[in-house]
């Protein structure tokens, strides 16, 4: 069965400049992560949802940082007035629900290049 | 604080070896941890999970031990191939959200 995808897999943008990141879950998961993963580092945790609800938006790093989800599956996650400091590599993941126990499955990731 | 630690530095190891992979945490009480593998350019994939009242968890060549006590998980592969070759990320719970706090990751390779 198809997997979770992310678009685009590449994506290189000017300073200042606004991007979304797309990423479609595993058909039937009802939750969904979103990760950071800087340049030898390990993830990061941004947000997750459960269907259409955030209900922890604490990694968000500022408020030029957004995500949503629509009809319990495919997620944006939009960054405003990009930064340098905003290169890496975003990851997006899926689980069955937000119980525990629950493994998550990632897609293969957006790198974002700020220049 | 909270913190989740692996060694930073690469372990390299002689293919057939054993090979382990240390995970501590502090100032967290999960009750389950989960270990991921991450290869190059790569998403992480799903390895094991151990709950807080398992000891040991094995799968196939792959061995997890979960010390509550020390705060601490083990990670072995055992009869290590080349393909083994990756990054291992351990994972933890902070809560009850299924949300998940992951450690840097080591990496690990195995020489033929």
């Known amino acids: 069965g198809a997997g979770v995808s992310q678009s685009p897999s590449n994506k290189v943008t000017e300073k200042g400049k606004d991007v979304e990141l797309r990423c479609d879950p595993i058909s039937g998961h009802t939750a969904l992560y979103w990760y950071r993963q800087s340049l030898g580092q390990g993830l990061e945790f941004l947000i997750y949802f459960q269907g259409n609800s955030a209900p922890d938006k604490s990694g968000l790093p500022s408020d030029r940082f957004s995500a949503e989800r629509t009809g319990g599956s495919v997620s944006t996650l939009t960054i405003q007035r990009t930064q340098q400091e905003d290169s890496a590599v975003y990851l997006c993941a899926s689980s069955l629900g937000t119980g525990t126990y629950n493994e998550q499955f990632f897609g293969p990731g957006t790198r974002l290049t700020v220049l | 604080s909270q913190k989740i630690e692996q060694n930073s530095e690469a372990l390299n190891i002689q293919e057939g070896k054993t090979a382990t992979l240390t995970c501590n945490y502090t100032?967290?009480?999960?009750?389950?941890l989960q270990w991921y593998r991450q290869d190059p350019g790569r998403g992480p994939v799903f390895l094991l999970l151990?709950?807080?009242?398992?000891k040991e968890k094995r799968k196939e060549r792959l061995k997890v031990t979960f010390d509550t006590t020390l705060k601490q998980s083990l990670f072995h592969i055992t009869a290590s191939q080349p393909a083994d070759s990756a990054t291992y990320l351990c994972?933890?719970?902070?809560?009850?959200?299924?949300?998940?706090?992951f450690g840097q990751g080591t990496t690990l390779q195995v020489k033929p």
């Open positions: 100032n967290y009480s999960p009750a389950y």
């Open positions: 994972a933890l719970p902070p809560g009850n959200t299924g949300k998940l706090i």
């Open positions: 151990i709950r807080e009242n398992e």
